[in-house]
């Protein structure tokens, strides 16, 4: 048999005997944004209208440019340890209508949409009394997302956009999977035919390589896994 293919083999002696097994590397320190969240007048397109709404946050940037896109914060789409999962409208600063950073800015609706991951900071801090207790460090999170965002796009892997932070929050921006979590699709429909399957673990099988060298996921199920289109079986 090629030995390319033979599995290492150790005996539990010998595993003990190596002692304790190496801290993993850490990812560099995540980078906040400072944000600022505010009620805005938005101006929408479709209806020729502007109107001020609320939970509107961007980025404050140090050379009081305006930033690339905000986000209005709309509904809540599910709850999460430290906060929750909110859906975003995307806006862009309407053509002459940049107040600067502290100014009444008019901002216009875009067609993309975006989701917020936002952590309570004061949650964060209480948890994190109880640290040999949870296993989840919503720090790391937020530093691993940048770290896997930092080398570009990788297929089938969800973005992260921008992370801001404000006294009350952290905000974590990433692309919106519209169809939600793989596993409320089963849930609700029932087990995949064979076809479907494949669709989807071929996908699965494409994101290992992407993350593999610098990244061990142990908790890579359906719940994981967010669905921005559902397979056509006419394709």
């Not at 609320?54 to 209005?72: F, M, S, T």
């Not at 596993?183 to 029932?190: A, I, L, P, S």
């Amino acid at each position: 048999m090629d030995p390319r293919f033979l599995n290492a083999a150790a005996t539990y002696n010998e595993v003990m005997a190596s002692g304790l097994p190496a801290a993993p590397l850490e990812f560099p320190s995540p980078v906040f944004a400072t944000a600022n969240r505010f009620n805005a007048s938005v101006y929408n397109p479709d209806v020729d209208e502007e109107i001020v709404v609320p939970n509107v946050i961007y980025e404050v940037r140090r050379d009081g440019q305006p930033p690339k896109r905000a986000y209005w914060i709309g509904r809540k789409l599910k709850n999460a340890i430290y906060g929750c999962v909110c859906s975003c409208s995307v806006l862009k600063v309407r053509e002459g209508g940049w107040a600067g950073p502290d100014g009444n800015s008019i901002w216009e609706i875009t067609p993309e949409f975006a989701a917020v991951k936002i952590l309570d900071l004061d949650v964060i801090r209480k948890r994190q009394e109880q640290k040999d207790k949870i296993s989840e460090d919503p720090i790391k999170e937020v530093a691993a997302m940048q770290y896997s965002s930092s080398e570009g796009s990788k297929p089938h892997v969800l973005p992260c956009w921008d992370v801001f932070l404000d006294e009350q929050y952290i905000y974590m921006v990433m692309l919106l999977c519209s169809k939600g979590e793989l596993f409320e699709y089963v849930k609700w429909n029932g087990r995949f035919d064979e076809s479907v399957a494949r669709y989807w673990f071929k996908q699965l099988l494409s994101v290992s390589p992407s993350i593999s060298s610098f990244l061990i996921h142990f908790a890579l199920g359906v719940m994981s896994l967010h669905v921005s289109g559902l397979f056509d079986k006419r394709h």
